[in-house]
């Protein structure tokens, strides 16, 4: 059984994880873009950013000071057996986190229509949930959101687009972003299903770890050429120019009715990312 | 080739002339610091009344971070703080940086053309901080020397610092108007065609490749 204690403390580690450590794969990502970027400017501030999450990995700090809204995705297995309430664990968690955590974390949950800040408000945290057939498990993501990358995500529908309009969307999108949202990004695009099926698999994709192509060559081409067009901008690093403006591009799509809609969002360089997956014997595994 | 330039603050005209877009900085002694947007629209509120401000800002170097501070045997602390997006205060920098004579100001993701030209004026430079940098600068903190505005939530107060090599920052927008952010948008849009037309190649060479739908078909 998995218990309202584990749900709400895991829940709440992440959050912590998330916020002291950028993913191993990421700091790869950024000591490559490092070697092959052309621009002074780009490798030193690289270099700045390798540096930045060493410290506060070191001395377990955080390595932005905005740590953004929390925000879960969780998979519930159809086999796993739950002793108490899921989601009220998940908000609990949160709520414990902000008044132990060291060092305290600032006021980012805001209330759209007043403008007001805090530390709660309605759906925090935001949770979406997920079946897995036959799983015995009950798999969660926490990728907690602030303004910097937040801000830029965009969606549009289209009506039997053509691969070179969506592809032209994708790069209007990432020029109006420009140098604003903490680059080097990876960047997720859903493409397909319906207005929130596609954001939702943008989010998604934008956390799968780097290395996983999608499955479909037509699809992994597609992220391929998206990367190096997308690092063809010149942005670059904190947008201060050079070669490496996207880490990754992740895309993933559905089946949906004519009408397309393609959602583009962007995950900052420190690429806030942690899974766990806690089993019916009270197993919990830890990943990135 | 850009230049690594330690300067001592506050910045005289001369410092803040001599640099250049690319330039990497580091910062030591007294700046002020606010994340807030309701701070930066009060600064402008008493601007326009004549009021003074609760901490001096003319000549200063202001920055765009935020930062957690808490008060522990009547002595202020800051315990992190971290750039946070410049591009926010826009509309509200140019009055401030005319009217305070600003030299430095800085933060993330640079400021627009309008900022540029009334920091060409007072001789005033941009300097961009990397996002995510929280724990680099906040080891560079060495004393709080006034925290105001108190009414505010933490990260909107204006606080003002006392730093050691607070940095490396980048100058992105220098004082004779040059700003790396401009210039890259301009010629990211120049390169779009050409991005674009290499993307339909390499659509063309993928498996399944130009297996694209037709539009409207």
């Known amino acids: ?288 | 080739m850009s230049a690594v330039r330690e300067l001592a603050l506050p910045l005289s005209e001369t410092d803040v002339r001599s640099l250049r877009c690319g330039d990497l900085v580091y910062l030591t002694g007294e700046l002020v610091i606010t994340a807030g947007m309701p701070t930066m629209q009060r600064v402008l509120d008493h601007i326009a009344a004549g009021k003074p401000l609760p901490i001096e800002l003319r000549h200063a170097t202001l920055l765009h971070f935020g930062g957690y501070s808490v008060e522990a045997a009547g002595k202020l602390q800051v315990v992190y703080m971290n750039p946070t997006t410049s591009t926010r205060f826009n509309a509200m920098m140019p009055t401030v940086i005319r009217s305070q004579q600003l030299r430095a100001v800085g933060g993330k993701g640079g400021l627009d053309a309008a900022c540029a030209q009334a920091m060409r004026e007072t001789g005033c430079v941009y300097l961009s901080f990397p996002g995510g940098a929280a724990t680099l600068y906040s080891n560079a903190i060495r004393e709080v020397v006034a925290v105001e505005w108190r009414d505010l939530i933490l990260h909107y107060r204006l606080v003002k610092l006392r730093v050691e090599r607070l940095g490396p920052g980048t100058v992105g927008i220098d004082a004779a108007g040059n700003s790396l952010y401009d210039g890259l948008q301009a010629a990211a849009e120049a390169r779009l065609p050409d991005i674009l037309a290499q993307l339909a190649a390499d659509r063309a060479a993928a498996p399944g490749g130009g297996a694209g739908g037709k539009a409207g078909a």
């Open chain 1, 1 to 288: 059984m998995i218990s309202y204690e584990l749900i709400k403390s895991v829940t709440a580690r992440l959050y912590d994880a998330s916020l002291r450590k950028i993913p191993e794969d990421t700091k790869l990502a950024l000591r490559a873009a490092e070697a092959r970027d052309r621009s002074d400017t780009a490798r030193r501030t690289l270099r700045i950013m390798l540096e930045s999450a060493d410290a506060a990995e070191r001395q377990q700090h955080f390595v932005c000071s905005d740590a953004g809204v929390p925000v879960y995705f969780v998979k519930l297995g159809t086999r796993a057996q739950f002793a108490g309430d899921v989601r009220r664990a998940i908000v609990d968690g949160f709520d414990e986190l902000v008044a132990t955590i060291q060092p305290p974390l600032l006021q980012h949950v805001t209330n759209p229509l007043t403008l007001e800040r805090g530390y709660k408000g309605r759906d925090m945290p935001i949770v979406s949930f997920d079946v897995i057939d036959g799983a015995d498990y009950v798999e969660i993501v926490c990728s907690p959101k602030a303004l910097g990358s937040g801000r830029w995500a965009a969606l549009e529908i289209f009506s039997f687009p053509s691969l070179e309009q969506i592809e032209k969307y994708i790069m209007q999108v990432v020029l109006k972003a420009g140098s604003q949202h903490c680059p080097p990004v990876v960047v997720g695009v859903g493409i397909g299903g319906t207005f929130d099926h596609a954001a939702k698999m943008a989010k998604e994709s934008m956390l799968r770890p780097f290395g996983q192509r999608h499955p479909e060559p037509m699809v992994a081409a597609m992220e391929e050429r998206l990367l190096k067009a997308i690092n063809a901008t010149g942005f670059g690093p904190m947008g201060t120019g050079g070669d490496s403006t996207a880490m990754a591009v992740h895309v993933e799509y559905s089946s949906g009715h004519g009408f397309t809609p393609v959602a583009v969002c962007f995950n900052c360089w420190i690429n806030r990312r942690a899974r766990a997956r806690i089993y019916n014997d009270g197993r919990v595994e830890y990943g990135e």
